[in-house]
């Protein structure tokens, strides 16, 4: 079946404009992950979405950053007023429903390298 | 959040056994070990998992320690394909924190 699917794949910017990136999750699964990765780096926590439960915000970094997910599904990554910082993969994972329990794993896509000019 | 610590890097010659190592002291009594693998240019792939015993799929085993604060992936034959870094995570409610991993070199 379709795995987790994110748009664009690749996504050049220049400073100061906004950006939009977007996760098509696996169907059926409640809980949605944001990750970000610097060259070389390990995954950074951004954002957690569990069904129609407060997100998680705890590991965006500004707030420049924001997420929404609708319909339960789709999710869409907006960061504002770009910096160069900013520039980094923004990885997407999906799991069934992780309700007070760890025993189900992510599922990955393959990310949308961001770059900031 | 619970943490993991795990080696820099590791090298394996083709056709052996790996065993990747992976500390988590501060592990709570619900937290799974979960393992994942990223390739190049690709998003992480999931590996194993597994909560107190020790756990075998396709792709490798998982060897719990008694009191949950360390485990090992195993790899029981290393292939080129393996080449990747490994991750190694602790997942309860909520959120996931990823390490930088280990890093594994495969010689053939």
């Known amino acids: 079946g379709a795995g987790v699917s994110q748009s664009p794949s690749n996504k050049v910017t220049e400073k100061g404009k906004d950006v939009e990136l977007r996760c098509d999750p696996i169907?059926?699964?409640?809980?949605l992950y944001w990750y970000r990765q610097s060259l070389g780096q390990g995954l950074e926590f951004l954002i957690y979405f569990q069904g129609n439960s407060a997100p998680d915000k705890s590991g965006l970094p500004s707030d420049r950053f924001s997420a929404e997910r609708t319909g339960g599904s789709v999710s869409t990554l907006t960061i504002q007023r770009t910096q160069q910082e900013d520039s980094a993969v923004y990885l997407c994972?999906?799991?069934?429903?992780?309700?007070?329990?760890?025993?189900?794993?992510?599922?990955f896509g393959d990310g949308t390298r961001l770059s900031i000019l | 959040d619970a943490k993991t610590t795990q080696p820099n890097s590791m090298e394996s010659n083709e056709e052996e056994p790996v065993h990747l190592p992976c500390n988590h002291s501060?592990?709570?009594?619900?937290?799974?070990i979960h393992w994942y693998r990223q390739l190049p240019s690709q998003g992480p792939e999931y590996v194993i998992h597994g909560l107190t015993s020790n756990v075998n799929n396709r792709m490798a085993s998982l060897a719990i320690a008694e009191d949950r604060k360390s485990s090992t992936l195993i790899l029981h034959r290393a292939t080129l394909r393996d080449a990747a870094v490994y991750y190694c995570?602790?997942?309860?409610?909520?959120?996931?924190?990823f390490g930088d991993g280990t890093t594994l070199t495969v010689k053939p």
């Open positions: 995570i602790l997942r309860g409610a909520g959120k996931s924190t």
């Open positions: 994972a999906s799991s069934i429903s992780n309700r007070g329990q760890g025993n189900q794993p992510q599922h």
């Open positions: 169907s059926g699964h409640t809980a």
């Open positions: 501060t592990i709570s009594g619900t937290d799974y």
